[in-house]
């Protein structure tokens, strides 16, 4: 499985964003797709999931703000980031997991590469 993530840049405080990602290879081995982030000097931490069946869950700094969506017919995952915030910006990686529990805290099966998402105050 081949991920590549895309939509990231620099945007002012209170502004949005949207990260898609796009999965590629052998689909029958995702269920879960989500978004981490990785601040400079922090832990990677988990932003959000959602599964094969469209359940989602969101870290709690994120809840109301973004909004995680998936295209099933095309493989896609996405990423609405609304109201950033300064401590927002990170290195956003999308991942897969090709089994479906309760939490990915610990990380994913599949990962892509990062975008780079700088929120300006």
């Known amino acids: 499985v081949q991920l590549q993530a895309s939509g990231g840049g620099l945007v002012q405080a209170g502004g949005s964003l949207r990260l898609s990602c796009a999965a590629s290879?052998?689909?029958?081995?995702?269920?879960?797709m989500g978004w981490y982030r990785q601040a400079a000097g922090r832990q990677r931490e988990l932003v959000a999931f959602i599964t094969s069946g469209g359940n989602t869950s969101y870290a709690d700094s994120m809840k109301g703000r973004f909004t995680i969506s998936r295209d099933n017919a095309n493989n896609t995952v996405y990423l609405q980031m609304n109201s950033l915030r300064p401590e927002d910006t990170a290195v956003y990686y999308c991942?897969?997991?090709?089994?479906?529990?309760?939490?990915?805290?610990?990380?994913?099966?599949?990962w892509g590469k990062g975008t780079q998402v700088t929120v300006s105050s």
């Open positions: 991942a897969a997991d090709s089994f479906e529990y309760s939490d990915y805290a610990y990380g994913m099966d599949y």
């Open positions: 290879g052998s689909f029958f081995r995702i269920n879960a």
